[in-house]
């Protein structure tokens, strides 16, 4: 079987072969290699010739596994119309899952599917598995992958920012209700009469549910949705609307992303925020930090589950296929009105 | 020599055992190993328990090798104190790069140096040969990295984002110091008598002196420097500096990232931009389009810059190692003053 073939063979040529052709020493071929220590240009040369001369492939794998440099994670991202890591959101969160591995001495390999769906994901843990990376954390796509197909792949996964968790699959995400329901609430508390929901997001969807469950709580309506994409456009689009229109009093907006776009779209026709359009969003990226006036919103524990995420994928099988939740934060910043404590200097940091 | 032992070798067990241990065609066993075929749950499961009472490995590099599927770049990020992904305009230009792969069949992995400098740098393209990777991008760390140190190490590469050439090197960039000197003399022609520059950079990094030619040919003064940090905190710094002291007239920010922090510092100290201070950046990132008022800025050609890269790189051998500069354009928004043609909609991008 083609498949059972060991990896193409070193010919006869070993390491003491170039050094013996280029009249240096072994260490000498190494230094070159792998520039460990320096080694005289004209030397150099003359090992790489011989190099080229024998034919010689240095065999990496096996310097790689004597220095104990192979442990190797990966994350795959979906292939999404807007570009994933352009999100400042998920750039943080990759960075933080970056940070995790290196701490427990493992690379961190990041990479978009090639093409939409299961399939493309597929690919791409078979490409990892192919170069023997350790373990797979995902983020998930519009369309979610059954559990028992990754599981086939033969290689540990989890899945990262999940929203809807699968019977089966090792997942960590944030709690989306609370923290959209927690936003509302403070909303409310402010006294603004009607807090309208931003983002094309469906009625089942946590955050929908979150914002629904407070207004329903205080007695205020739950049909005032503004279904624009969830990315800076989409929210640029939105507060164009609620420029134009018999605007709420407050919104949640289900992203910082969104946000950003509603702020600029609220900025260009005057309409003052938090005078006359009061917002929490959801993320607590930087974005929302730097903004002007600064956006009041969940923080996800982003190092939290990072770190989560990548002791569970490391740790001794057999893993067990649960979905954990975090707790998001609000952030009070200046978005949502004047408040006793809502003012952070961006000094702090969101 | 170690170095030339090879891999693990396979142990007798081949897949051809294990389906005859389970009960299933070679072809089922292969299903169930790369889901490339619905396997009935039952079927699978047995499978499993034969690899696993067998001890069979998959041989996933030739099963990677025989679907074609090893195609791969690697992008290798510095590690520095502020993650570099998590700066839209390397997020972008990360994107950018594996867009351009993609279109050529080449998965993209992004990755960070485990350690500062040099040798952080090898340790990960060394373990990127291991993995069999055709080729790396590099982004450039604080400290250069002599480019007979990459060579050594046998695998194609090539520099992203390059401020300054070393010979022996390929590389790309954009042409900071014309792009600097045109942000600069458009704030000149605008008639403010003073252009600030911010920024931490010495006095001959491209931008420092393209800034001073500018200022030099109309006769203003080239030594108002705001020295602070290239980050959105930094930026924030030089803002209240701004805020506190006999001000320039006009400033030249070196990044989108710092005049974000400028612009955050100016508003809370109800500095008017660009009635009070006007300015012009650097990157033209979505930071900048999105900012409010919106900053004009010299927008790196990114696409153009990763497709030449990508190019450049899977081009069959000998690499000329040479370095190829790009001409930015200045995208005129608000930040800069009222101008003919300043306004641009956020809706066209950055």
Request: proline residues 9%; glycine residues 8%.
């Amino acid at each position: 079987m083609a498949d059972d073939v060991p990896l193409p063979k070193q010919k006869a040529t070993t390491r003491r072969d170039v050094a013996r052709h280029a009249g240096v020493s072994v260490a000498v071929v190494s230094y070159t290699l792998n520039g460990k220590a320096p080694v005289a240009p004209a030397t150099a040369e003359r090992v790489r010739r011989a190099i080229q001369e024998l034919g010689y492939i240095p065999n990496r794998a096996a310097v790689a596994l004597k220095s104990g440099s192979t442990k190797a994670l990966a994350l795959v991202a979906p292939k999404a119309s807007d570009p994933v890591f352009t999100n400042p959101f998920f750039a943080e969160f990759a960075n933080e899952v970056e940070s995790a591995a290196q701490r427990r001495g493992y690379a961190l390999y990041t990479t978009s599917a090639a093409q939409d769906g299961a399939d493309g994901v597929v690919e791409r843990i078979q490409e990892f598995a192919a170069r023997q990376v350790d373990g797979v954390l995902l983020l998930p796509g519009a369309k979610p992958i059954q559990p028992a197909v990754l599981d086939q792949l033969g290689i540990p996964w989890l899945e990262l920012n999940t929203i809807h968790p699968q019977a089966g699959a090792g997942s960590v995400g944030v709690d989306l209700f609370s923290g959209a329901r927690e936003a509302t609430a403070h909303l409310i508390e402010h006294g603004y009469p009607t807090v309208a929901f931003v983002g094309e997001l469906p009625p089942e969807e946590p955050r929908r549910l979150g914002w629904a469950q407070a207004c329903r709580e205080a007695g205020l309506r739950t049909d005032h949705v503004l279904q624009y994409p969830m990315t800076h456009q989409g929210g640029y689009q939105a507060g164009l609307e609620l420029a134009r229109q018999g605007r709420p009093r407050a919104i949640f907006v289900a992203s910082d992303r969104m946000a950003v776009g509603v702020l600029r779209a609220l900025h260009e026709n005057a309409v003052k925020v938090p005078d006359e359009v009061a917002f929490v969003s959801f993320d607590g990226s930087w974005e929302g930090a730097y903004a002007w006036p600064s956006i009041s919103s969940i923080r996800q524990p982003i190092e939290l589950m990072a770190e989560r995420s990548v002791a569970r994928l490391v740790a001794p099988p057999p893993h067990t296929p649960v979905h954990e939740s975090f707790h998001g934060t609000l952030i009070l910043r200046d978005s949502c009105g004047p408040h006793p404590d809502s003012r952070t200097d961006p000094r702090t940091g969101p």
